[in-house]
């Protein structure tokens, strides 16, 4: 197995947090946090133990949500499922210009983020240890910046203006690339629409090296954000419906 793989991811992860470092962002948009920055940490053990190795499949989610990556510095990454699941811990410091309604607390963190505890939760029913899972998958999010509102809101990137929103796509467009080049995998599966879309334009743009384009296929599971109506009805079993339909499920697992 190539021993860069790793590497080369994190060395991407580097490169977008210093190119939206420089980026700045007008109002409705107050605070903005970089899990890449802060919580550097857990995110480089995170992709260290299980970002190693080529990759069958990536989920690729859309940003931070506030008791997730934001705090754990790991997509999705609902504190019990990181640090229980995937044994993983470690400290995470407060960001500069902390919003007072949204601290950082990194694993001490008591609020459990929806999304990543039913993603999470999802792949340890499916696979069992998180080895096996990550034997043949790994996840990402597309832009790894949280935005807030002066009230504390979370701001969608695609709610940025546009000349904003081309700044942020330039730099994540740039890391997906490289990360999907490491990771090598046959499927990137958006979870979500704006993620799946992220992924096509980065396809039909011919933003992908040569192999990347060749042997990638594109898909889209749902989003297990509980603002989803259809996600609250049964997020599992519809992401078993999707993935086993495409084949990326093993039987009998």
């Known amino acids: 197995m190539p021993a860069d793989v790793a590497p080369r991811l994190l ?9 939206l470092g420089a980026l700045r962002f007008a109002p409705p948009v107050a605070h903005v946090y970089d899990p890449l920055g802060y919580a550097w940490a857990p995110y480089e053990a995170y992709v260290r133990r299980y970002g190693a190795t080529p990759k069958r499949a ?6 931070p949500g506030p008791f997730g990556m934001m705090q754990t510095g790991v997509p999705f990454g609902e504190v019990a499922a990181v640090r229980d699941w995937m044994g993983l811990q470690a400290p995470v410091p407060r960001p500069v210009h902390e919003h007072p309604k949204r601290p950082i607390d990194g694993f001490a963190c008591t609020r459990s983020e929806v999304s990543g505890r039913r993603l999470w ?17 790994f996840v990402l999010n597309y832009c790894p910046l949280v935005f807030l509102e002066a009230s504390g809101r979370n701001f969608t990137p695609d709610k940025l203006p546009a000349a904003e929103r ?28 704006f993620a799946e879309r992220c992924l096509r334009r980065l396809v039909d743009d011919g933003r992908l090296d040569a192999a990347t384009a060749g042997r990638l296929q594109v898909a889209q599971i749902l989003h297990p954000s509980p603002a989803s109506p259809a996600a609250n009805r049964g997020w599992a079993p519809a992401v078993e419906r999707t993935l086993g339909g ?6 009998g697992a």
């Open 11 to 19: 060395a991407a992860a580097r490169e977008l947090s210093d190119r």
């Open 121 to 137: 939760g999802w792949a340890a029913q499916r696979f069992g240890p998180a080895p096996a899972f990550f034997r043949d998958w």
């Open 58 to 63: 990536v989920l690729l989610g859309m940003n």
């Open 246 to 251: 495409l084949g990326l499920l093993p039987s």
């Open 166 to 193: 081309r700044a942020v796509e330039a730099a994540c467009d740039d890391h997906l690339a490289a990360a999907l080049a490491a990771l090598r995998p046959q499927w990137a599966i958006g979870v979500g629409g």
